[in-house]
């Protein structure tokens, strides 16, 4: 038997992951863009007929991102910590390589298919569901295979011990399955009407009420399962291994891993506040947002003290700099959730810009930064070759972390105004403000966040073009290195 220095790890479809990342990160941007000018500029709808229109490219902006860009960046990072820190290469199973290699081709097919049908108008209207019943099948079809190969290479590990990352995996792994099996029961049209409309299209097994409590479970625990576990799990193998330190409490990070996992799927109810869900689930979605506040920063103090003492390292290592804003971002994102979920808070929340200025800084600041940190220390012992440069990791840092500022300040104060506005009433009990005055308000902010996604952008076309070189023209490593990643200047 090989030993753990010497087992060679078979990093292809990792590195087919890393494209994908790279690729479905520059198209869901990319239109998050044009839907951010189109928000501060109406006309720009009208450009491209109605493939151009907001309505038409926002489900493809919020897939993209979550289930293109993530997702991809998730697989890629569990096929390489996988191996490493099981101590098993992938090649050394051939079923298990078949696996992850079919695992990567129908999850790229179905990626591409949702691209088309999206555009095409074809879509449940379910938020974060809104793939027709075909792909979903799909979709359940390479989730299991992951799961194949996540249980798999935990079958024939030579590590005995579990390391906090996998059990972040795993969760990740049971609990999407669950939610996407329970809300995406629907039956195609064609045969619950006898033989009418079209077959592509399907009409769910919930209506109403029931429709609006699945959906929310569902789609706020997509946030928890896509956006939350699987990006700590990157974190928790990431920053000890790029800094050199030991994770500060690794019995924190369990006591975060089970509270994490009970509260986040109570949680769901808060998206119902003030609806015909009865009053008991809003409170108790209240309720255990707020509670929420504890696993959250429990991981994320967690991750931040693990920089103790080498707080140093944040002035010569841009990819420590990345993870500690991530982390911080992190923070910043699980305390605006609960405050927004409190009832009094909400009444004001609800509808507005604050959401997605919350959603936002919650994605652009800790997931999209941690899935470049984690590419960046990737790619260079995949390829065996050094970072292009350290100027453009700098630049892209300073861009990034400026356009994130621009966009969660002005969907701040963007929505809070709109909160008060609607609210605003005179002495005869009559609204003061017309629907169509507070956009009129809104614009200049609407313009703000539309640069700053902007600078975000740029700032993810520079990351592209850095990996695209590391892997063309980087100096050759002669040895993997043990922990900071060499960057040339």
Same mark, same amino acid.
């Given at each position: ?15 087919? $992951?890393? $494209? ?39 489900? /493809? ?56 049908? /999206? ?42 011990? /579990? ?19 329970? !809300? ?36 706020? !625990? ?24 030991? =994770? ?6 369990? *006591? ?45 103090? !967690?991750? *931040? ?57 919650? =994605? ?10 984690? /590419? ?10 050094? *970072? ?62 539309? =640069? ?29 290195? =043990? !922990? ?6």
């Amino acid at each position: 038997m090989q030993n753990g220095a010497q087992i060679e790890y078979d990093y292809s479809v990792a590195k087919a $992951f890393t $494209f994908a990342t790279i690729l479905f990160g520059i198209i869901g941007m990319t239109i998050g863009v044009i839907l951010a000018f189109q928000l501060a500029f109406p006309q720009l709808n009208y450009l491209a007929g109605e493939y151009g229109t907001f309505s038409r490219l926002r489900p /493809l902006h919020t897939n993209a991102v979550a289930f293109g860009f993530a997702l991809s960046g998730i697989f890629a990072a569990w096929y390489y910590i996988g191996q490493r820190v099981l101590k098993v290469s992938l090649k050394e199973s051939p079923f298990l390589m078949a696996i992850a290699k079919l695992h990567f081709a129908l999850y790229f097919i179905t990626i591409l298919l949702a691209v088309v049908t /999206l555009f095409m108008g074809i879509t449940t209207s379910k938020e974060y569901a809104e793939l027709e019943w075909p792909l979903d099948i799909l979709v359940v079809v390479w989730w299991v295979l992951w799961g194949i190969s996540i249980f798999g290479l935990i079958g024939i590990r030579r590590e005995r011990t /579990l390391y906090i990352s996998l059990w972040y995996f795993i969760a990740t792994f049971i609990a999407v399955a669950m939610l996407y099996l329970f !809300n995406n029961m629907e039956v195609p049209t064609y045969f619950a009407s006898g033989g009418y409309g079209s077959w592509i299209h399907s009409v769910s097994m919930y209506s109403g009420t029931n429709d609006a409590l699945v959906q929310w479970w569902y789609g706020h !625990n997509a946030v928890a399962f896509v956006f939350t576990t699987p990006i700590i799990a990157m974190i928790y193998y990431f920053l000890p291994k790029e800094s050199g330190q030991n =994770v500060y409490s690794y019995k924190l990070s369990i *006591l975060a891993f089970w509270g994490l996992l009970f509260v986040y799927l109570w949680a769901g109810g808060h998206h119902l506040i003030y609806s015909t869900v009865p009053d008991w689930m809003q409170t108790m979605g209240s309720v255990m947002s707020v509670v929420l506040i504890l696993p959250s920063w429990g991981s994320a103090i !967690n991750m *931040l003290l693990t920089m103790k003492g080498e707080w140093n390292q944040l002035q010569t290592n841009t990819l420590i700099k990345f993870m500690v804003l991530a982390s911080t971002f992190y923070m910043l994102s699980t305390i605006e959730g609960p405050i927004q979920a409190i009832k009094s808070v909400n009444a004001i929340a609800h509808f507005t810009d604050w959401i997605p200025g919350h959603v936002h800084d919650g =994605v652009l600041g800790w997931v999209v930064f941690m899935i470049m940190a984690a /590419l960046f220390h990737m790619v260079p012992r995949m390829y065996k070759r050094e *970072l292009y440069s350290k100027s453009l990791m700098d630049t892209q840092f300073w861009l990034q972390t400026t356009g994130i500022v621009l966009y969660f300040t002005s969907m701040w104060i963007a929505g809070i105004t709109q909160g008060m506005m609607w609210r605003a009433y005179d002495e005869y009990g009559s609204l003061v403000y017309s629907f169509i005055d507070t956009v009129t308000v809104l614009h200049p902010y609407y313009t703000i966040r539309a =640069v700053g996604g902007l600078l975000y952008l740029i700032g993810f076309f520079l990351f592209a073009y850095n990996i695209y070189k590391t892997v063309k023209c980087g100096r050759v490593l002669d040895k993997e290195p =043990v !922990n900071a990643t060499p960057v040339a200047a």
